[in-house]
């Protein structure tokens, strides 16, 4: 079975500063993808930004991007310029790419940032 | 742009009533699933269907009934709450069950007392 970890319960940035978020997982499949939603305390989820396991390139979004690492199943999220309306609960979650369990996400346990002024 | 509704947002229940959480999409995808968000733990799948008809048991079935009878509706139905299933219920849905994104409900807060 696959696992995500996120081994940072809270984080703090200032506004305009840099932070990443940590997210590793363990799987022994080949073919994936990987997520990053956003919480806001509205508790709507939002998709950040996704990452296919078979492309090298690292997935950008505006001031979001990823470092990918699959040999050393990484996948930690960057947030440039950050603004307070970045401050919400971060999940990592994993979604197989085999058609028998490719329903199912896996979610990490979440990471709280604070967007301090 | 309706997308993934949930209702109620809210609910409280006694130990031993049954109720039906119901969840809408008008967005035409095949895959709907349930999860449950407890703190500490992040989200959990209860149950999921990849189309009408169709429905398969996640990692925390138990407690918890499913049905699939059209492409949009999804109803999640506790059979006889216990205050273990105090939890945020969210349901989700993709196009297809491969590498799309899901989009989710707001969620339903429900408090089994």
């Known amino acids: 079975a696959q696992t995500v970890t996120q081994s940072q319960p809270e984080m703090s940035v200032q506004e305009a500063e840099t932070v990443t978020l940590s997210c590793t997982y363990d799987t022994s499949e080949s073919d994936y993808y990987l997520f990053w939603y956003k919480q806001p305390p509205s508790r709507q989820m939002i998709l950040v930004i996704r990452q296919e396991a078979y492309k090298q390139q690292n997935a950008t979004e505006n001031r979001f991007s990823v470092n990918f690492q699959k040999a050393a199943k990484s996948f930690s999220l960057k947030i440039s310029d950050s603004q307070l309306g970045d401050a919400a609960m971060y999940f990592c979650?994993?979604?197989?790419?085999?058609?028998?369990?490719?329903?199912?996400?896996?979610f990490g346990t979440g990471t709280r940032l604070q967007v301090t002024l | 742009n309706a997308g993934v509704t949930q209702t109620p947002k809210f609910q409280v229940l006694k130990t031993g009533q049954s109720m039906t959480l119901q969840c809408a999409q008008d967005?035409?995808?095949?895959?709907m699933s349930w999860y449950r968000q407890d703190p500490g733990m992040g989200l959990r799948l209860i149950h999921y269907s990849v189309g009408a008809g169709i429905t398969d048991q996640g990692e925390v079935p138990n407690g918890y009934n499913v049905s699939r009878s059209t492409t949009e509706d999804f109803p999640l139905r506790l059979l006889s709450a216990a205050p273990s299933q105090t939890s945020v219920y969210f349901c989700?849905?993709?196009?297809?069950?491969?590498?799309?994104?899901?989009?989710f409900g707001q969620g339903t807060r429900l408090t089994v007392v």
């Open positions: 967005m035409n995808h095949e895959y």
């Open positions: 989700a849905s993709s196009l297809r069950v491969m590498n799309t994104e899901a989009f």
């Open positions: 979650a994993y979604r197989s790419a085999s058609a028998g369990t490719a329903s199912k996400l896996t």
